[in-house]
């Protein structure tokens, strides 16, 4: 699943005061994903105090949730020109620069920070650990390093001990949960000590949610973001996240129905607060989902010059994806295009690169032009799959299937090895599946030699199925011997028979390979005690077989013939 827009919240670790408040009331519309309504709170606490940094630094974090890059950096900018020595601040700049591609400009920011505030600042530990965690190209264990040094008290003096809140340990969890594999437990476990803080944080659960999802226990997943709801009607990210759960296309969470509902709980929870784009989105979406595409098309169209340039993204993709659906392929052929052309090749993100496969997949009637189409399809589901550093296996498997829709043999077998190769088997439960697949579509692609290793290895793998790698590693060496001349076959197929492949395999239009293949190697041996053995396997399952018939005449014609000759013989 696409993990959206980032829950940035580092919150009630604030001073005590009239102004402390009014940047709390700021955090509290963070934390409910209130990004407009925060915005409009801390301008105006920026505009009483313009020397309050933690003003300007969650200012920005808003700006960023509304997606405006330009208006985040501004201020944090702003910020610093009236509080200079700012780490806070430092740190907002140093979030920019990893949304650049600069980690080493970013983390020479976070650094001075963190030395600044000799990382007992939790609000720059937070901040610092967060960036790390949800942007692309983020060092996660960078952010599980700062997070443990806040929160560790060891040799400190009494009155510099560190008094943990509930929004660390979210923090240290976000850490672990991004570190993936075994730290799944660590993070479930740090989410766990927020709520003996704040037994009513709704994210602390929510997260426990984002853990279970990432190791496939769905239901667990859905129960807990439902749990967060239930804990706090009010939390609008717990909607969200169920909204977002409903519109991955797999088999076991794609629910339009179930998308539309949440997301119309979200927008009557969060009201206003999300932003007047992020509604109209939102309300476009709704209609998309109920297969309204006209009117997604219209509120799409409406918005979509008022849009801010990093917002801009998500608008062309549902403008593109509601005229492909309607079957409009050139105008939304059109959208994506322009909008790819504008924003270049490295801000494109994966579902641009889907839609993009999916246009060009479309059939056209100048075969010239498909073979073109064809190309590009291949090459932005490609980018698509791997424009994510986090490896998906229903992505990879959903990019395996497409390149056989498409008859890409070739494509398809490499992804399906990519199944089975970059992942281990407990992120991948299909292995035996994505391998069988991956040797077949290597015989379809004529890459026989692959085909013939990939089997042997099913073979040697799975030795409960051990009949079936030998059967189709018979295959493949027969398709690489088609007149059966050289026998390359003969050995997978007699190893078949012996472990007694024919009671596993038994399927008559299956058997009938190996069969015709014995028989002929063996006629052309001119064994005919043992090509007898295997035409009676063939007629058994075939008695009019035309290659039995074939031969028969055949070998009738060289029994005349060589009765003959003799009689000619006798005559000179």
């Avoid at 005590?16 to 105006?44: C, P």
């Avoid at 994806?321 to 959208?335: E, I, N």
Wanted: charge should be neutral; glycine fraction near 6%.
């Amino acid at each position: 699943m696409n993990r959206r827009k980032s829950l940035i919240v580092a919150l009630l670790c604030v001073a005590n005061g009239a102004m402390a408040q009014s940047v709390e009331d700021g955090l509290k519309d963070l934390y409910y994903g209130k990004y407009e309504t925060a915005k409009q709170n801390l301008e105006k606490v920026v505009a009483a105090k313009p020397t309050e940094d933690k003003a300007y630094y969650y200012l920005g974090i808003a700006q960023l949730g509304l997606h405006d890059d330009a208006g985040a950096a501004a201020t944090f900018q702003k910020g610093l020109q009236a509080v200079p020595t700012s780490a806070l601040l430092q740190t907002g700049m140093g979030r920019l620069d990893l949304m650049k591609g600069d980690a080493a400009a970013a983390k020479q920011k976070f650094e001075a920070a963190s030395t600044a505030t000799e990382g007992r600042d939790g609000d720059v530990a937070r901040a610092i650990a967060d960036a790390n965690t949800e942007i692309k190209g983020g060092d996660r264990g960078y952010a599980l390093s700062v997070m443990e040094k806040l929160l560790n008290n060891e040799g400190r003096k009494k009155k510099q001990i560190y008094n943990a809140t509930a929004a660390d340990y979210i923090e240290l969890g976000d850490a672990y949960r991004y570190l993936g594999g075994e730290n799944g437990g660590k993070a479930i476990t740090s989410y766990d000590k927020a709520l003996e803080l704040d037994q009513n944080n709704a994210e602390a659960v929510l997260k426990q949610g984002l853990v279970n999802y990432n190791a496939k226990l769905l239901q667990d997943a859905v129960n807990d973001w439902t749990k967060a709801t239930n804990m706090d009607p009010n939390y609008a990210p717990a909607y969200y996240e169920l909204y977002q759960f409903y519109i991955t296309p797999t088999k076991a969470q794609l629910s339009l129905e179930n998308a539309a509902k949440y997301l119309e709980k979200y927008m009557e929870v969060v009201g206003q607060g999300a932003g007047k784009l992020e509604n109209e989105y939102n309300l476009a979406a709704i209609a998309f989902y109920r297969k309204d595409y006209d009117a997604a098309i219209n509120k799409t169209k409406a918005v979509l010059p008022q849009t801010t340039e990093g917002n801009k993204g998500k608008f062309v993709r549902l403008l593109t994806d509601a005229y492909l659906q309607k079957g409009d392929t050139t105008t939304g052929k059109q959208v994506i295009e322009e909008y790819a052309k504008s924003v270049g090749d490295a801000k494109l993100q994966a579902n641009d690169y889907k839609l993009l496969s999916a246009i060009y997949q479309q059939h056209v009637t100048d075969s010239a032009q498909e073979v073109v189409n064809d190309s590009l399809a291949g090459l932005y589901l490609e980018k698509y799959a791997l424009a994510d550093t986090a490896k998906d296996v229903e992505k990879y498997r959903n990019v395996a299937e497409t390149f056989k829709n498409m008859r890409d043999f070739k494509r398809a077998a490499t992804w399906y090895g990519k199944l089975v190769s970059d992942f281990t088997d407990e992120q991948n439960t299909g292995k035996v599946q994505d391998m069988f697949f991956k040797g077949t579509w290597e015989i379809y692609a004529k890459e026989y030699d692959k085909a013939d290793s990939t089997w042997g290895a099913f073979a040697a793998k799975y030795p409960t199925n051990e009949a079936l790698g030998t059967y189709w590693r018979g295959r493949a060496n027969m398709a690489k011997d088609p007149e059966a001349k050289s026998g390359a076959a003969v050995p997978y197929f007699q190893k078949f028979f012996e472990i007694k492949g024919e009671e596993k395999v038994n399927k008559p239009a299956q058997l009938m390979f190996p069969y015709q293949y014995m028989m002929i190697y063996y006629y052309n041996k001119d064994d005919q005690a043992n090509m007898k053995i295997w035409m009676d396997k063939v007629l058994s399952i075939d008695p009019n077989n035309a290659t039995v018939k074939a031969i028969q005449e055949n070998l009738e014609n060289k029994t005349k013939a060589a009765a003959v000759k003799p009689a000619q013989g006798n005559k000179k």
